[in-house]
């Protein structure tokens, strides 16, 4: 006679689940405020750098820009050199790349304010062309 076929093994037993109660949703809920002003924070605190970082930015190219044509305007010669064509498309390469987190942040206006109130035609017409852009997004 064949041998009687092995039992199958028993199934684990799982822990029944905890209660839910009023208490332990509080408890959860409170847990997950406290999760969400943390992220915040760091969103905010990232944002706020980031803002920093592109002001530096700009402010650094119209700087440098302006440097330039003014060492080239004293000395009689003309600041459009091939150093400042490919500087000044460089400078428009950042404001294409960046240009919709420069509009969502707001930052637009206040690098306008801050970084491009007294600068040289040149400079001024590239952050027409970011002003430009910004219809284009919406």
């Given at each position: 006679a064949p041998a009687p076929a092995p039992a199958p093994p028993a199934a684990p037993v799982e822990p029944e689940p905890a209660?839910?109660?009023l208490e332990s949703l509080q408890q959860e809920a409170d847990a997950l405020r406290a999760k969400i002003e943390s992220m915040q924070e760091v969103f905010h605190d990232s944002s706020e750098e980031q803002k920093r970082a592109f002001l530096i930015m700009f402010e650094q190219?119209?700087?440098?820009?302006?440097?330039?044509?003014?060492?080239?305007?004293?000395?009689?010669k003309d600041p459009n050199?091939?150093?400042?064509?490919?500087?000044?498309?460089?400078?428009?390469?950042a404001g294409r790349r960046y240009y919709k987190s420069l509009a969502s942040r707001g930052l637009l206006n206040?690098?306008?304010?801050?970084?491009?109130?007294?600068v040289d035609h040149r400079v001024q017409e590239v952050v027409g062309m970011f002003d430009a852009l910004v219809p284009a997004m919406k």
């Open positions: 209660p839910v109660t190219f119209a700087r440098v820009l302006c440097e330039h044509i003014a060492e080239q305007e004293q000395a009689g050199t091939p150093w400042f064509a490919v500087s000044l498309q460089r400078f428009k390469e206040t690098i306008k304010r801050f970084v491009f109130s007294d």
